[in-house]
């Protein structure tokens, strides 16, 4: 049987699967999915006539929002104390009719993983796994040269290894969908982590700068103390900071953040901006209907916004929010184009990115 071994938030593997079953139901594929607890990653097991490969073709990563990244499973590995190497070797050898030319293996951890020793192991792995991958004929010579896949090994722990292949032209930017970021001394707070992973996710890299140069203007709505605010500055826009709460010194001496203390949900600006932030984690529904309501007005271009999914319905609350928004700027006489993700540096929430398409 065919499966897709599937990395998402720890504790939030239904919701990945739910969302993956739903998907891949949608472009004709069917399976269902073994959830793990907490583990950060599940299967999912097809059952029909298509097979991964066309799943790959008709489904984009990019359109899922709980599933941060995936791969195509080769093999469930038992690993042995000694010769975990020869272990991987024989395993892709019984899968070599379908295994693909792959150029370079990544050594995954569990987001969660708490193993030092595993850590340390997973480094030191890589170069002596790589070799032998080489040797026999299982990777190109040269680990820069072009392949149509990465061969992908999930080190679950010291006895279990997940082996599969990502295909270069649909897996996450980064491996497992996480992008690690630094948080200066300066930032106002932890929540600028988040604006700056979803430019890293949702804007495509070579265009960055037309996004986010020029010297453009902002909106940063619940604003206080002011983590996106910061963001935008460093960016060299001019920020109007919307909340009730105090904002950071350091940034209101910028000279680039004018502070107006009033309820983010009802204030709007006089004229239209670039960017419009949303980071108030309360109400999904009414964020979502705000939101439109900016965008169907013309108030800005661009807006990332958070959406706080309540505990026990959060799918399903998703699947509502979306539905608010597709169906109101279907409506519009301009396009646009929604994508949203569960961030690393997010929690309960997940994070949407619209832009307007004229």
């Given at each position: 049987m065919e499966y897709m071994i599937l990395f998402c938030r720890p504790g939030f593997e239904t919701e990945a699967g739910r969302e993956m079953t739903d998907a891949a139901a949608a472009v004709g594929v069917f399976g269902y999915f073994q959830p793990g607890a907490r583990q950060g990653h599940l299967l999912f097991c097809l059952t029909g006539p298509e097979g991964t490969a066309t799943l790959l073709q008709r489904l984009n990563l990019l359109d899922l929002v709980f599933v941060r990244d995936w791969m195509v499973g080769l093999a469930d590995l038992e690993l042995p104390a000694t010769d975990r190497v020869g272990a991987v070797i024989q395993a892709l050898q019984s899968v070599a009719s379908g295994f693909?030319?792959?150029?370079?293996?990544?050594?995954?951890?569990?987001?969660?993983?708490?193993?030092?020793?595993?850590?340390?192991?997973?480094?030191?792995?890589?170069?002596?796994?790589?070799?032998?991958?080489?040797?026999?004929?299982?990777?190109?010579?040269?680990?820069?040269?072009?392949?149509?896949?990465?061969?992908?090994?999930?080190?679950?722990?010291?006895?279990?290894?997940?082996?599969?292949?990502?295909?270069?032209?649909?897996?996450?930017?980064?491996?497992?969908?996480?992008?690690?970021?630094?948080?200066?001394?300066?930032?106002?707070?932890?929540?600028?982590?988040?604006?700056?992973?979803?430019?890293?996710?949702?804007?495509?890299?070579?265009?960055?700068?037309?996004?986010?140069?020029?010297?453009?203007?902002?909106?940063?709505?619940?604003?206080?103390?002011?983590?996106?605010?910061?963001?935008?500055?460093?960016?060299?826009?001019?920020?109007?900071?919307?909340?009730?709460?105090?904002?950071?010194?350091?940034?209101?001496?910028?000279?680039?953040?004018?502070?107006?203390?009033?309820?983010?949900?009802?204030?709007?600006?006089?004229?239209?901006?670039?960017?419009?932030?949303?980071?108030?984690?309360?109400h999904p529904r009414r964020t979502s209907h705000m939101v439109v309501d900016w965008l169907m007005s013309g108030l800005c271009r661009y807006t990332v916004f958070n959406l706080k999914l309540p505990m026990k319905k959060r799918y399903e609350e998703w699947l509502i929010c979306r539905g608010i928004m597709e169906d109101a700027l279907a409506e519009a006489e301009r396009g646009f184009r929604l994508r949203a993700s569960h961030l690393y540096h997010d929690r309960e929430e997940i994070t949407c990115f619209i832009e307007r398409l004229d």
């Open positions: 693909p030319n792959c150029a370079r293996v990544e050594v995954r951890l569990p987001e969660d993983n708490a193993d030092g020793d595993l850590g340390n192991f997973a480094r030191k792995w890589v170069a002596p796994l790589s070799r032998a991958l080489r040797g026999a004929g299982l990777l190109k010579p040269d680990a820069s040269a072009q392949a149509p896949a990465r061969l992908d090994i999930l080190l679950v722990n010291f006895e279990r290894a997940l082996v599969g292949v990502s295909p270069a032209n649909n897996r996450a930017r980064f491996p497992g969908g996480i992008a690690r970021l630094r948080l200066p001394a300066s930032a106002p707070s932890r929540s600028a982590l988040k604006l700056e992973e979803a430019w890293k996710v949702f804007l495509p890299p070579e265009q960055a700068l037309d996004y986010l140069g020029g010297g453009k203007s902002a909106v940063d709505l619940g604003a206080a103390p002011g983590g996106w605010t910061w963001q935008l500055v460093r960016q060299g826009m001019m920020v109007t900071a919307v909340d009730n709460g105090p904002m950071n010194a350091d940034l209101m001496a910028s000279g680039q953040v004018t502070h107006v203390e009033a309820d983010g949900y009802h204030w709007k600006p006089k004229r239209a901006v670039d960017w419009m932030v949303c980071d108030i984690v309360d």
